[in-house]
């Protein structure tokens, strides 16, 4: 497909210190596409930093989670006319370089994850929380009908069908922004691939290594992925189909 209209979104909650890099670099890399920082009930700068970096700025009064988020930007854009939805964190840790290759995948697919896991780069899941991502791999791997390495990445492209689908229905539920969301599509009908991406490790934040803590979310996830089993599959117009 033709990329279109592309639109950058970046989730951002109290991402001051970064924010401004990440669309600056955003910006270098990817001139032809549009910036929108959805600033997700931030107490700081962020808003601010965002907009002197040359990013359009939503403004949520609440925190709503990365899925909440998300779903503003996919409204965003069909109502501004973009057809393409790259989401992209706010924290430095996505490398813009890997844009492109995102939007490359949009010829075969409708979504496009970003895998840290897929033979590019050095990136490793430690402790225990890689067999959760492991539990989901295979789970989703069955689902789409293809490898998926890395279903919690949030490093992902979405193609003209999927813009629609995700601005009427993206979930803002925990997880629904990642397991949620490759549901919908799934069961949608849209076609779910991923593309090796280098990430970088995590700028600031220790991810938890603890068994216990990599239990709760796998259950956590897994209940996420029944309930977006059981839910009534939506519903797509005559325009999502073609």
Request: glycine share 10%; charged share 25%.
């Amino acid at each position: 497909m033709e990329a279109g209209r592309i639109l950058i979104v970046l989730p951002a909650l109290n991402e001051q210190d970064s924010v401004g890099a990440v669309v600056g670099k955003v910006r270098t890399t990817v001139p032809d596409a549009a910036v929108l920082v959805v600033d997700d009930g931030s107490v700081d700068r962020t808003a601010q930093q965002a907009r002197a970096a040359g990013a359009e700025v939503a403004k949520l009064a609440v925190n709503l989670g990365v899925g909440g988020a998300m779903r503003t930007g996919f409204r965003y854009a069909v109502a501004h006319g973009y057809d393409v939805v790259v989401q992209v964190d706010a924290d430095g840790q996505h490398d813009a370089d890997e844009v492109r290759a995102l939007l490359d995948g949009l010829a075969e697919a409708d979504v496009v994850i970003g895998s840290r896991f897929a033979g590019k780069g050095n990136y490793k899941a430690r402790g225990p929380r890689r067999y959760a991502m492991w539990v989901l791999g295979f789970v989703f791997s069955r689902l789409a009908k293809t490898r998926l390495s890395d279903v919690t990445s949030g490093f992902k492209a979405a193609g003209p069908r999927a813009v629609r689908l995700f601005a009427r229905y993206y979930p803002a539920e925990y997880l629904g922004d990642t397991v949620e969301s490759l549901v919908l599509a799934i069961r949608a009908g849209l076609t779910v691939r991923e593309v090796p991406v280098v990430m970088r490790e995590r700028a600031s934040g220790k991810p938890s290594q603890s068994p216990v803590r990599a239990a709760i979310y796998l259950g956590r996830a897994g209940l996420a992925l029944l309930l977006a089993l059981v839910r009534r599959r939506p519903a797509t117009d005559s325009s999502d189909s073609a």
